[in-house]
């Protein structure tokens, strides 16, 4: 089992930037796929990042995409959404979740473990 705790959300003006981190508990952190998701009032959960077991494939949402990176530290068991060039339509709660097959890197779904989630508020 895994636990995931997100931090790094707050505040920040358009243009700015975040850095969101999300811990794993126990020694398995590598054995599973991560991704970001984010979820905006009235909204569906959408996919925004995923990063494979070792880090070598990355996918990313076409709306994020030049402007988010995801990565991740297996040593410290940690998974990282680098956010630059924030827009107001970015504002969501952020989750990340872990993902032990990763079939479908996109379907939240799919995933088997949840974070709480972290809020993302961008001011125009």
């Known amino acids: 089992q895994v636990q995931l705790v997100e931090s790094g959300g707050g505040l920040v003006q358009a243009g700015g930037s975040l850095r969101l981190s999300c811990a794993a508990s126990?020694?398995?952190?590598?054995?599973?796929?991560m991704g970001w998701f984010r979820q905006a009032p009235g909204k569906e959960r959408e996919f925004v990042a995923g990063?494979?077991?070792?880090?070598?494939?990355?996918y990313y949402a076409d709306s994020v995409k030049g402007r988010f990176t995801i990565s991740r530290d297996n040593v410290e068991n940690t998974v990282y959404l680098q956010m630059n060039s924030l827009k107001p339509e970015d504002t969501a709660v952020y989750y990340c979740?872990?993902?032990?097959?990763?079939?479908?890197?996109?379907?939240?779904?799919?995933?088997?473990?949840w974070g709480q989630g972290t809020q993302v508020t961008v001011s125009s």
């Open positions: 990063i494979s077991w070792r880090g070598g494939s990355t």
């Open positions: 126990g020694r398995t952190f590598s054995r599973y796929a």
């Open positions: 979740a872990a993902d032990a097959i990763w079939s479908y890197y996109s379907d939240y779904r799919s995933y088997d473990y």
